[in-house]
């Protein structure tokens, strides 16, 4: 049993088993998500036979790392890790000096969404993460800064942080689709006995499944909402986004009208500019009727590569272009500043593929 599949309720009924009382459950808790503790043996507050009854019963983590790459500046490191069963996941760490370091976490392997512009969609879902293993990738980079932040300021010349400070799931996956096993993740995360990480310092990115954004909407945890758009208009956007043919753009708004009514906090339209495909003046200014009065920030992500697909970037013009328009609505507009394109680390190349060997920097 991945003891990180269980919160403080559940590990409190498996040490019950083993005839422990719940303080131990939660000095247990407190060692893997406080302290980090990956081996029993660390737990020395624990008797030496309970942790070798624990470590019978329990495996701290299920993932196996296969790679970790990192950017010549030193500020961008991917993950690639094999889950049981052999599908393959990756996750990302962006540090932005001095003070946030954000982690892109997977929450599926592969993607069943197959929107035509992202490497992910590219292999169809190969499975559902657990819990555990979305614990399991942010307390890996939780350790990766608590351990080698001062070396990483050292290079970088500045200070860093040595924690995560915020987290995006927005790496392999369509969230929603996995909520269940999301949001306990969520949960366990942002628990004041564990993880401790703030609902308002995580980011959830959906693909427009209404279903998710209305129950997100209801939660007590105000974590935040950022809707990949793509386009402003059913047609191109069922071009771009098979979803869009469930849920069209109308059934979309009213779900994140919902959530801004509910809530009170600004969701994020994403929007990837794609060259000459949605990245006109008449789309943006499509865009901009479209959101406008809603509670609402627009990103333009100009999109990266990814191998076998005929499309291209949009030209630095077209992008400066489309946010003027949009901008000139009144509405809040914002270009994603690129991180980790050179090994393939950035929004929608995420694809487990075999590691390049130039010019990454492989560890
Ligand atoms: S953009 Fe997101 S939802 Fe769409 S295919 Fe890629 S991972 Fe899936």
């Not at 889950?83 to 929450?107: F, K």
């Not at 969609?121 to 939780?142: A, C, D, P, T």
């Not at 351990?147 to 995006?168: C, M, Q, S």
Request: include cysteine; hydrophobic fraction near 40%; aromatic fraction near 6%.
């Amino acid at each position: 049993m991945n003891i990180y599949d269980l919160d403080l309720q559940g590990l409190t009924a498996q040490l019950a088993e083993l005839g422990q009382p719940a303080f131990r459950a939660r000095q247990i808790y407190a060692h893997l998500y406080k302290k980090l503790a990956n081996d029993f043996a660390a737990m020395t507050d624990l008797s030496a036979a309970l942790r070798e009854q624990l470590a019978a019963k329990f495996q701290i983590g299920g993932l196996e790392l296969v790679r970790e790459q990192t950017t010549d500046d030193g500020l961008t490191r991917k993950v690639l890790w094999r889950c049981p069963g052999n599908a393959v996941i990756e996750t990302v760490l962006m540090i932005y000096p001095p003070d946030r370091a954000t982690i892109c976490v997977s929450t599926q392997a592969g993607c069943a969404m197959g929107c035509v512009f992202c490497a992910t969609g590219k292999l169809g879902l190969l499975r559902n993460i657990s819990s555990g293993e979305i614990m399991e990738q942010v307390l890996h980079f939780e350790r990766y800064l608590r351990t080698e932040g001062a070396a990483i300021a050292k290079r970088h010349g500045g200070p860093v942080p040595d924690h995560i400070t915020n987290l995006v799931f927005m790496g392999m996956g369509e969230p929603f689709a996995n909520y269940d096993r999301w949001w306990a993740a969520v949960e366990r995360l942002n628990d004041k006995q564990g993880f401790n990480l703030g609902a308002r310092n995580m980011t959830v990115s959906t693909v427009g499944l209404v279903k998710g954004i209305r129950q997100l909407a209801d939660e007590a945890l105000q974590v935040n909402l950022a809707v990949s758009l793509h386009a402003p208009n059913d047609q191109l956007r069922s071009e771009l986004m098979p979803v869009n043919d469930r849920f069209d753009i109308s059934d979309l708004m009213d779900a994140v009208r919902y959530y801004t009514d509910k809530t009170h906090r600004r969701v994020s339209f994403e929007y990837v500019l794609l060259d000459d495909k949605n990245d006109t003046p008449e789309l943006a200014a499509q865009l901009a009727s479209l959101v406008k009065g809603m509670l609402c920030h627009v990103n333009l992500i100009p999109w990266n590569p990814v191998p076998g697909t005929p499309l291209t970037r949009s030209h630095r013009e077209r992008v400066t272009a489309f946010q003027r328009v949009v901008q000139a609505a009144g509405i809040s507009c914002t270009v994603r500043v690129e991180r980790g394109v050179e090994i393939a680390a950035a929004c929608g190349q995420l694809a487990a593929l075999p590691a390049p060997t130039s010019p990454m920097n492989l560890y």
